[in-house]
Structures are given as structure tokens and as C-alpha cells.
């Protein structure tokens, strides 16, 4: 995989994205959540691309977003002419082009259970994103703990649980690494940064995603990162 970072002031044009094969614009990879997941997801599945980062934080941030999607927000990846910005929309196309890498679970009702767990982590747990930020360089245990943020937990202990015990079998959330993996290896990173205690089968769960080649090297970068995020940073819980 080449990574492009974009220089705050000599940027890449959109027309230098537009290069044969697939590229994805993300956000720094200690903050970027939603850019995390698409990642994780491409090269666990081994998909080549190119990678974009857009300093996030800086004078410019919001411009250079621009250059790739007028949503305003990363990850986009671009295919040829086409632009996708969304992290669901991005994996679900990724899955359509490469078939043979099944990374939705192939069991019909795994898949759908996954599919469902993915949209409820697409659209929900509002209360632990807020309370709790990802910031994969801190380790701030206990903070952040309202009262919506523990019913997230909650929450996802729950799916987890259920899909470990259903598909998992001592492995991912059904069986091998999936797109489902991917989606909530974000809420991995939170509950090591914020100190969650799990039951022993969720934190074994939480020690294998860590371990999983593809959130290992991206917290390998996040944590080699040493771009200044005042905003992200004012946001961290007291």
C-alpha cells in the first residue's frame, strides 16, 4: 500500500486521486475513527489502494476535504469516476468488487446478523462517540463514563456476547474477520484508551483484534503520529 500525506499547503489535486486502481482519503489515524474502519476492512481483505491522509485539525482541513467529497467528512475512496463517502456505502462496495474475499460472513444468517450489528454501530452509540472520543495515543481510565455512554457499553458487550457465542467460536465475532471486525475495531481502541473492564471473553476478544495484523498496523501509525490536534484534544473528557 503507497500512503500520500497531504502537505497543509503543496496538496494532491482530486485529478492526482483519480489514478488507476482505488484510493482512500482518511483523517489521522489517531482521531479518525470512521477512516478506520474502511481501512482495517481493505487490508485485512488484502486490497490494494492508495492512501490519502487529510491532516485533520489544521487552517485548511476543511478545504482539503473538499478537494475529494463536498459531504465535508472522511474516509472517501475513489474508484476511477467514482467518489464514495461513506465508511458503510465504502465496504459494501468493496465487498461487490471482490467477491472472493468474503468479507461478509458466508452463512446466510451470520450474514444477516452481521449486516444488522453494522448498521447499528453505522448509526448508533451517539453517547459513547461523544463521551468518549478515540484518541489511540491516551490512556485515560474511567473517564468519560455517563450515564448513555455505559448503556453503549452495555449495548455493545451485548452483540458482542451474543455474536461470539452464536458465529464466533473463540475467534472474531463470526468466526473469521469480517467487515462486522472492521466496524467495531474503533470501539476496541476506546475501550483500551478509557480502561473498560470486559468479561474475560470480550477483553480475549479485544486482545485478538489487537493483535489482528490490520488494527495492529494502524495503531502502529497512529501512535508513530505527531501532527498537533488542538481540537480533538480539547474534546478528551476531564
Not at 23 to 35: E, F, Q, R
Not at 68 to 96: C, F, K, N
Request: proline share 7%.
Amino acid at each position: 500500500m503507497q500512503t500520500i500525506d497531504l502537505d497543509p499547503i503543496l496538496s494532491h489535486t482530486l485529478e492526482q486521486a483519480r489514478q488507476p486502481g482505488l484510493t482512500l482519503v482518511i483523517g489521522n489515524k489517531n482521531l479518525s475513527s470512521w477512516s478506520m474502519r474502511p481501512w482495517v476492512a481493505a487490508v485485512a481483505f488484502g486490497i490494494p489502494f492508495t492512501e490519502i491522509r487529510v491532516l485533520l485539525d489544521q487552517r485548511d482541513t476543511a478545504n482539503e476535504i473538499a478537494r475529494y467529497s463536498h459531504a465535508g467528512r472522511v474516509p472517501v475512496l475513489i474508484s476511477g469516476e467514482m467518489t464514495i463517502w461513506d465508511s458503510l456505502a465504502i465496504v459494501e462496495y468493496l465487498a461487490e468488487q471482490f467477491p472472493d474475499k468474503h468479507m461478509w460472513p458466508q452463512d446466510v444468517a451470520a450474514r444477516a446478523l452481521a449486516r444488522s450489528i453494522v448498521a447499528e454501530m453505522h448509526a448508533g452509540f451517539g453517547e459513547l462517540r461523544n463521551a468518549m472520543p478515540m484518541h489511540i495515543q491516551s490512556y485515560l481510565p474511567g473517564r468519560g463514563r455517563t450515564p448513555g455512554a455505559q448503556a453503549d457499553i452495555g449495548r455493545i458487550c451485548e452483540i458482542w456476547e451474543d455474536c461470539l457465542s452464536r458465529f464466533g467460536h473463540h475467534q472474531f465475532l463470526f468466526g473469521a474477520f469480517s467487515i462486522a471486525d472492521a466496524f467495531y475495531a474503533p470501539v476496541v481502541m476506546r475501550f483500551k484508551t478509557y480502561g473498560v473492564a470486559l468479561a474475560p471473553a470480550l477483553q480475549a476478544y479485544c486482545d485478538r483484534m489487537l493483535a489482528h495484523p490490520a488494527v495492529a498496523r494502524w495503531v502502529s501509525e497512529a501512535m508513530a503520529e505527531t501532527d498537533p490536534t488542538p481540537l480533538h484534544d480539547a474534546d478528551l473528557p476531564e
